[in-house]
């Protein structure tokens, strides 16, 4: 399979088939997702949570976010890597807001990056776009704005708050993002967004009508147990496995079973 492009994003949108997108931050997880065939990979700045242990995703820096990038981009054949801006790496302007986004693909191997908002940053996405890096912008509970949001809330369930996220997403469009991810909306609002806009639109906790699905790989694997938002489906529980093997090892070295002539040398 050739690796995936905007314009694949874009024909799919066209044809009415659904994208695939998932979190992964290390290489052998990168591996498993581009083998399981999903079309995206997102270096999320989630990592900060669910790899660094943090309370949010604030603290993370540019340049843990290219390290994580650069392990994902060596793990991956066909996927596109998507590199999650941080925190501070784009809203001081449009000249660090290119200069950041660059590295991602000239440092990480990424083919394009993520940053939040919409009005707000559009001058930093047209100036991206002018530089030939690829954008997708991302409205709706914007994890980065925390603090000014209260809390990690459902956003555009008023009739005044739901306009605005449809402005801002035109905004987007306009400014040249090439998708939108949608995130914590109802699920009516993301229907009405997705069917507005030209360019596909990703959902996360935004139902069933945008133009394709991410999840945080950590939440799809039961890899993180911190809290598990309404949105996530687990299709396995990876964490049990893993405490059951390494509790047998304790166990097998305690009682001198491990290692057994089998795994020693002669």
């Given at each position: 399979?050739?690796?995936?492009?905007?314009?694949?994003?874009?024909?799919?949108k066209?044809?009415?088939?659904?994208?695939?997108?998932?979190?992964?931050?290390?290489?052998?997880?990168?591996?498993i997702?581009?083998?399981?065939?999903?079309?995206?990979?997102?270096?999320?700045?989630?990592?900060?949570?669910?790899?660094?242990?943090?309370?949010n995703?604030?603290?993370?820096?540019?340049?843990e976010?290219?390290?994580?990038?650069?392990?994902v981009?060596?793990?991956?054949?066909?996927?596109?890597?998507?590199?999650?801006?941080?925190?501070?790496?784009?809203?001081?302007?449009?000249?660090?807001?290119?200069?950041?986004?660059?590295?991602?693909?000239?440092?990480?191997?990424?083919?394009?990056?993520?940053?939040?908002?919409?009005?707000?940053?559009?001058d930093q996405?047209?100036a991206?776009?002018?530089?030939?890096?690829?954008?997708?912008?991302?409205?709706?509970?914007?994890?980065?704005?925390?603090?000014?949001?209260?809390?990690?809330?459902?956003?555009?369930?008023?009739?005044?708050?739901?306009?605005?996220?449809?402005?801002?997403?035109?905004?987007?469009?306009?400014?040249?993002?090439?998708?939108?991810l949608?995130?914590?909306?109802?699920?009516?609002l993301?229907?009405?967004?997705t069917?507005e806009?030209?360019?596909?639109?990703?959902?996360?906790g935004?139902g069933?009508?945008?133009?394709?699905q991410?999840l945080?790989?950590?939440?799809?694997?039961?890899?993180?147990?911190?809290?598990?938002?309404?949105?996530?489906?687990r299709?396995?529980?990876?964490?049990e496995?893993?405490?059951?093997?390494?509790?047998?090892?304790?166990?097998?070295?305690?009682?001198?079973?491990f290692?057994?002539?089998?795994?020693?040398?002669?």
């Open positions: 399979m050739p690796k995936i492009t905007i314009q694949d994003f874009l024909k799919k066209a044809e009415g088939k659904k994208i695939t997108m998932l979190t992964a931050y290390d290489y052998p997880f990168a591996q997702v581009d083998e399981a065939g999903i079309d995206a990979i997102l270096v999320g700045d989630s990592l900060g949570m669910v790899v660094q242990g943090l309370e995703t604030l603290p993370v820096t540019m340049d976010m290219i390290y994580h990038t650069k392990l981009s060596r793990g991956v054949k066909n996927a596109m890597v998507i590199g999650d801006m941080p925190f501070m790496s784009y809203q001081t302007g449009v000249a660090d807001a290119v200069r950041n986004a660059g590295r991602f693909l000239k440092e990480a191997g990424a083919s394009a990056v993520k940053l939040e908002g919409g009005a707000e940053v559009a996405i047209r991206m776009r002018r530089s030939d890096i690829p954008v997708m912008a991302h409205i709706g509970l914007t994890p980065q704005s925390v603090h000014r949001m209260g809390g990690y809330k459902v956003q555009g369930k008023t009739d005044e708050a739901a306009g605005r996220l449809i402005e801002e997403a035109r905004i987007a469009e306009e400014a040249g993002a090439f998708s939108l949608l995130e914590a909306i109802p699920l009516g993301a229907k009405k967004i069917e806009v030209s360019i596909p639109t990703i959902g996360i935004a069933p009508h945008c133009d394709g991410v945080v790989l950590h939440d799809v694997i039961g890899m993180f147990e911190r809290f598990v938002p309404k949105f996530v489906k299709y396995a529980n990876l964490k496995t893993a405490l059951k093997a390494v509790r047998d090892y304790r166990e097998e070295v305690e009682k001198g079973v290692p057994s002539e089998e795994t020693s040398f002669k």
